[in-house]
Each structure stands twice: as structure tokens, then as C-alpha cells.
């Protein structure tokens, strides 16, 4: 079974950069997009962005000048860092995998998700 | 503001038969197939519908969706007290070129 899980620090402050890593296990992490998304408190789900398992990515606009996502196919792991955070950044942050090879599937979807990391930006 | 748009709120009673829209554009829904996500509090979404009425092994046949040009909808049929969550319908977006999401909708059955 496919288990994503992240990890990192749950408080970060104001204008440092939140960093995040998730570790896959029990598949390979090529051939799929590797995601990040966030909630905030009582919100909804907003995506921040992907890295494919070759390095490319694609990143949410509204968040893109502050956003790097990486992947580390040897460790099976992939990054997220978001630079300057603010008090609005506070949120649980998931891992996802995106797949096209979903059985009859006709287009991707987020199959597996880690559990959430929580973090809050405060000083 | 979601790209997708949903109604805030949804109820029915145990049996019952409930539905929840999904909104959106030329971009993403009319162009690509819709997912559907259930979320209980303090957890993380898990696939509920893909291709827009394909069930994951595992899921009830209680949920269904269909899709018709730019809006989609979730039913779930014989309503039971452990669907109350919240339910989120996703979609890839064309211009984005990545996933967008709806606001979501908070089932409650009474």
C-alpha cells in the first residue's frame, strides 16, 4: 500500500521560509506528480503546486514567487519550501500523488494522501 | 474564492437521496473529467469518484457522479449517519495547468 508522510517543523516565524519534506513508501515515485496542497483553518483545499519525478514543476500563481517544490528520487522524497511566510500561511499541508494510471481513469487524480502536517507561522 | 464553485451546505436524512453541484468553466470541467473527495474532520481528503463516476475499490456504490458540460454532481443514495463530511470536487485546469479545486460542501444528515 502506498503511504506518503510528512514531515517538519510545526511553528515557523513570520518572514522565514516553511519547509517540508514528504517520504513515499511501498511504490516506485517515478512516472507520477508529486503535490502539495494546503488548508487553512475551517477552509478549503488550495492547490500549491507539483514536481514530476523527472524535476519538473508547475506552481499555484498566486503563490509562485515564493514557492520551490524538488524531488529527491534516491531518498523517495520531495520538498516544499515557501520563502517569507505570513500569519495567512498557517494551515495543514498535505503531500499528494497525482496519477494518470488510475484503472479507467480518464484523466489524474490525487489517489494517495499523507495524513497533514500542521503548521503555524507566529513569533 | 475556489475555482470550482459548491454549495456551502448540504443535508438530508438517513435513506435519502443527496445531491452536490460542482461549477466551473470551459477550462477545467468542460474539458477534463471531475474527482470527488470526502473529508472527516481531522483527516486527509481520500478519492472518493474519479473520471467523473468511476468508484475506487472500496467505495460504496451508494456514491455516484456525472458530469455534464461545465458541472458535475455527486449523489449519494440510502443516506447513512457516517457520510456526514465534507465533500470536494476537483478538476485539472487547462490554463493553470494544474488541479483546481471546490470550496467544498459540508454534508450533514439529520
Known amino acids: 500500500q502506498v503511504q506518503l508522510q510528512e514531515s517538519g517543523p510545526g511553528l515557523v516565524k513570520p518572514s522565514e521560509t516553511l519547509s517540508l519534506t514528504c517520504t513515499v513508501s511501498?511504490?516506485?515515485?517515478?512516472?507520477?506528480?508529486w503535490n502539495w496542497i494546503r488548508q487553512s483553518p475551517g477552509k478549503g483545499l488550495e492547490w500549491i503546486g507539483y514536481?514530476?519525478?523527472?524535476?519538473?514543476?508547475n506552481y499555484n500563481p498566486s503563490l509562485k514567487s515564493r514557492v520551490t517544490i524538488s524531488v529527491d528520487t534516491s531518498k523517495k522524497q520531495f520538498s516544499l519550501n515557501l520563502s517569507s511566510v505570513t500569519a495567512a500561511d498557517t494551515a495543514v499541508y498535505y503531500c499528494?500523488?497525482?496519477?494518470?494510471?488510475?484503472?479507467?481513469?480518464?484523466?489524474?487524480?490525487?489517489?494517495?494522501w499523507g495524513q497533514g502536517a500542521l503548521v503555524t507561522v507566529s513569533s | 474564492q475556489s475555482v470550482l464553485a459548491q454549495p456551502p451546505s448540504a443535508s438530508g436524512t438517513p435513506g435519502q437521496r443527496v445531491t452536490i453541484s460542482c461549477s466551473g468553466s470551459?477550462?477545467?470541467?468542460?474539458?477534463?473529467?471531475v474527482n470527488w473527495y470526502q473529508q472527516f474532520p481531522g483527516t486527509a481528503p481520500k478519492l472518493l469518484i474519479y473520471?467523473?463516476?468511476q468508484r475506487p475499490s472500496g467505495v460504496p456504490d451508494r456514491f455516484s457522479g456525472s458530469k455534464s458540460g461545465t458541472s458535475a454532481s455527486l449523489a449519494i443514495s440510502g443516506l447513512q449517519s457516517e457520510d456526514e463530511a465534507d465533500y470536494y470536487c476537483?478538476?485539472?485546469?487547462?490554463?493553470?495547468?494544474?488541479?483546481?479545486f471546490g470550496g467544498g460542501t459540508k454534508l450533514t444528515v439529520l
Open positions: 511501498g511504490d516506485s515515485i517515478s512516472d507520477y506528480y
Open positions: 514536481v514530476y519525478s523527472s524535476g519538473n514543476t
Open positions: 473520471s467523473n463516476n
Open positions: 476537483a478538476s485539472w485546469d487547462d490554463s493553470l495547468n494544474g488541479p483546481v
Open positions: 499528494g500523488r497525482l496519477s494518470y494510471r488510475i484503472p479507467r481513469a480518464t484523466g489524474p487524480a490525487h489517489d494517495f
Open positions: 470551459r477550462t477545467n470541467i468542460g474539458s477534463n473529467p
